[in-house]
């Protein structure tokens, strides 16, 4: 049971959560060893070294044909996301996401794609500077198509039912971060307490119908676009 997660703050409420479902040992053994950011995820997915995990949204594209279940979870934004930037007067993809990078070419921007804590820090920063270079993908999605945007989704290629069982455990649990999690996440990531929870609240899990509209909408663009989704050769 090898499950890949993306190790940035945006899953926090779903790494406490973890902390309290129940796991099979052999779940357990190896789901701190597989962390990383989602194009590598999307890598170790595609070579069956995880058997499930947060990948690229742009993965589930192929869910059909490689007889992956592309689950009903994922990371979400209804609007800004404030960690998936296309930072202005630069140029660029980042290695860490495919996604972002895709969505870029889809929304027709000129800019360095930046994702993830990294892209949190640097709007702060430039927030505190009294600066706007930049534009939050998230928000510049929904504004021009009016549907949340889906960046992350949980994909599983073995132990299905396992998979189901935690994703409707996680769906219907309130999760409250306990303060030494959120100090050791601030302390990581350089990312004031205050900030990660302001942040936290830009992002939903759950993939309803207007986020599966949303992505769809997406994959049609990317087609018409014809930008493929990650592949193994």
Aim: contains cysteine; hydrophobic residues 40%; positive net charge.
């Amino acid at each position: 049971m090898r499950f890949g997660k993306i190790d940035y703050l945006n899953l926090l409420p779903f790494e406490v959560f973890m902390r309290q479902y129940p796991k099979p040992l052999r779940f357990q053994l190896f789901y701190h060893y597989k962390k990383s950011y989602p194009a590598h995820l999307n890598r170790e997915f595609l070579f069956g070294r995880i058997d499930a995990g947060f990948v690229s949204s742009i993965m589930a594209l192929r869910a059909q044909k490689e007889r992956i279940y592309a689950s009903k979870m994922g990371i979400i934004a209804h609007g800004q996301v404030m960690s998936v930037l296309c930072l202005l007067g630069e140029v660029g993809s980042d290695y860490q996401s495919a996604t972002s990078n895709a969505l870029l070419k889809v929304l027709g921007l000129k800019g360095r794609v930046l994702i993830g804590d990294r892209a949190l820090k640097e709007l702060l920063k430039q927030r505190a500077d009294g600066q706007c270079n930049y534009i939050d993908m998230g928000e510049f999605w929904y504004k021009r198509e009016h549907l949340p945007f889906v960046f992350g989704r949980l994909c599983v290629k073995k132990h299905k039912n396992f998979y189901q069982r935690l994703i409707c455990a996680f769906d219907k649990k309130s999760v409250k971060i306990p303060q030494f999690l959120l100090q050791r996440a601030s302390h990581k990531s350089g990312i004031s307490r205050q900030e990660i929870l302001e942040y936290l609240r830009y992002i939903s899990y759950r993939i309803g119908r207007k986020e599966k509209e949303g992505m769809e909408r997406f994959y049609r663009k990317l087609r018409l676009l014809r930008v493929k989704p990650p592949a193994r050769f």
